[in-house]
Structure formats: structure tokens, C-alpha cells
């Protein structure tokens, strides 16, 4: 809104499962559970939205300090002091190794090198200290990659006139889910895992990258939008590969729970910052091309709703009485 957003209807929209009340998150009860423990969210920028969402809503009972923030602030960590609570966000947008050659901007100077065979230490070499871990993935994988397994180039996606099998985006992205979720299940550190599932974008009339954008001020009726093929490709993948290893994992005592929320996501078009990402983007001249964001979300927006679901499965075990 400071940065000059005119509508305020995306505050007051509120998504609610069919045939039951869904609470809304409880800051006070969530703290008092979360006595002396150490919550993560792990993944790419959305991990982060998602972390903002739910620290907005925490302040309204304590302020967290900031202890620790990355050279690029990408992962940070808060602490809670009078409930010993300690929330962190760590950045890493594939959970594999990569070596990616970007600019804040999103502006590539050459492909991203993807190990599809060796996790980011940035994550596992931590996961020991947490007791609750939000783990996500997806949209980074759309990108152009050259893949490597073995020390050895593979494949890639989207490198044309690079002389190398198209493997496709799909393919990486079900090695790194049985990567992960192997690395999860085997731990002998349990912790209680959330997966959280792809988040659909809004663009519309082009990317984020060719003048994209998301002007709706309302959400979409049910029925009037359809899942993209590549959001339902990954969402596929990311059911069937979580479902395998909870079953894994049930077996030695871990607690893996799959929070799907591209759909009730993909319904609110209204909830994205837009060209509003930036200061007052139209304040000289209100016809300026504006790079949009029409993928992160708005706070508050639709992504409270992802932790009034996190508070119900964690109290309830998602059992409606």
C-alpha cells in the first residue's frame, strides 16, 4: 500500500475449505507449543514469503530478534526470547547443489549447473538442529540448467544449441524429491516434516520476464481458472514421490505431512504485489514498464491462509471433530 497500491479487497478475502470452519492461526498457542524449540523453512524466495506471513502474524504476541542473516540476507534467523523459539529461513531453491550465476534481478549470465545426485549442505548440514522443518521446491526448475550426475553432464533443460539431451524439467525435479525425502526418511534425527506443494504464479499476457502481469482485484470463482501443465506436472510428481515416503518414513517413527496448497493458491490472482514490488512505480509517469511480481504474495494475502492450515494439521493432526 506504500508503494502505491490503489484496491485493499486482497486484506479482507479469506480461504475456507468446503464443509468446515478452518481457525485462524493462533499466535499464542503456537508460541506456548512451540516452547524451547527451533522451527526451519526451507526451500526458495516463496519459503521466505511463507516465513514473513507467519512472523507477521507471531509479533502481535513478541517480537522476534533477528540473530543471524546470510552476506545476501537470503536465510536468516529470529529468535523469540521469552518462549526460547528460534525461526529460520534457508535459502536454497533447488535443495541440490547448484552453482547459479544470477543477479538479484533474476538476470542469468550463464546456465545454472545443477548436481542432481548431491544435496545442499547449506540445509543438511543443519537439519540435526531443527524440531520442525517446512521443506518446498518447484519453481526454480523451470529454468535453464545443465545437469550433471556423477561428476558427469547428463542432459539438461532449455539449453538450446548446446548439443545436449533435453531431460526435461520434470525429470530433475523427481531426482531431487527422492533425494530429499531419502535424506528425510533415513535421518536419524526425527523431526516433524511438512512438504509444501508447487506455488502457481499469475502471470498473465507474458512471464515475469516479457511484461507479465497481475492486475486482478478479486479471486477467481472455482472453475474459472485452470492449473498450468508445468504446475501440474510438478504437483503430480510432488504427491506421488511424498506419498511413497511417508510410508517409508512412518516406519521408523518419522512424521512427513504433505501441505497441498497450490489450489486454494491458484484462486486468489489479487493477492500478488504486481508492480507495487517497488515504490511507487507509476508516480512519474503512469504509463511505466514495470517489471511485475505476480509470484510472492502480499502480506497479509492468501499465503496466512498456508499457516492456519500448518496450525490445524500440528494441533488437530488435521482430524475435524
Known amino acids: 500500500m506504500m508503494n502505491g497500491r490503489p484496491d485493499s479487497g486482497y486484506l479482507y478475502w479469506r480461504w475456507n475449505p468446503r464443509d468446515c470452519e478452518l481457525p485462524r492461526f493462533n499466535p499464542e498457542r503456537f ?3 512451540m516452547r524451547n524449540k527451533s522451527w526451519a ?3 526458495d524466495s516463496i519459503s521466505r514469503n511463507h516465513v514473513q506471513s507467519l512472523l507477521c502474524i507471531l509479533t502481535q504476541v513478541e517480537q522476534a530478534n533477528e540473530v543471524y542473516h546470510d552476506e545476501e540476507y537470503r536465510s536468516k534467523r529470529w529468535h523469540f526470547p521469552s518462549h526460547n523459539f528460534t525461526l529460520s529461513v534457508v535459502w536454497t531453491p533447488f535443495l541440490l547443489r547448484a552453482d547459479i550465476f544470477e543477479d538479484v ?3 542469468s549470465s550463464s546456465e545454472i549447473q545443477l548436481h542432481l545426485d548431491l544435496l545442499d549442505k ?3 548440514e543443519q537439519y540435526k538442529n531443527f524440531d520442525y522443518v ?3 521446491g518447484g519453481k526454480w526448475f523451470l529454468k535453464t540448467a545443465i545437469y550433471h550426475e556423477n561428476n558427469t553432464v547428463q542432459g539438461c533443460h532449455y539449453c538450446p544449441g548446446k ?3 533435453e531431460l526435461g524439467f520434470d525429470y530433475a525435479y523427481r531426482k531431487a524429491l527422492q533425494l530429499v525425502l531419502g535424506f528425510l526418511t533415513r535421518s536419524d ?4 516434516v511438512f512438504f509444501r506443494t508447487t506455488t502457481p504464479d499469475h502471470f498473465e499476457n507474458g512471464e515475469w520476464f516479457s511484461g507479465g502481469t497481475c492486475n486482478r482485484t478479486v479471486p477467481f470463482k472455482e472453475g474459472e481458472v485452470d492449473m498450468r501443465d508445468v504446475d501440474s506436472v510438478m504437483r503430480d510428481i510432488e504427491l506421488e514421490e511424498v506419498e511413497k515416503a511417508v510410508g517409508i518414513g512412518a516406519e521408523k517413527g518419522i512424521i512427513l505431512k504433505l501441505l497441498d496448497t497450490t489450489r486454494l493458491s491458484l484462486l486468489r ?3 500478488h504485489p504486481g508492480p507495487f514490488r517497488q515504490f511507487q512505480p507509476f508516480a512519474k509517469d503512469e504509463n511505466a514498464k514495470v517489471q511485475n511480481d505476480c509470484l510472492h504474495w502480499c502480506l497479509p494475502g492468501p499465503i496466512d491462509s498456508w499457516n492456519d492450515l500448518v496450525m490445524e494439521m500440528m494441533v488437530n493432526d488435521g482430524i475435524y471433530s
Open 105 to 107: 534481478n533474476g538476470v
Open 134 to 136: 517446512m521443506i518446498a
Open 41 to 43: 523453512f526451507i526451500g
Open 269 to 271: 490472482p489479487d493477492g
Open 189 to 192: 534425527h526425527k523431526a516433524y
Open 163 to 165: 548439443n545436449l539431451t
Open 122 to 124: 547449506k540445509w543438511t
Open 31 to 33: 508460541l506456548d507449543l
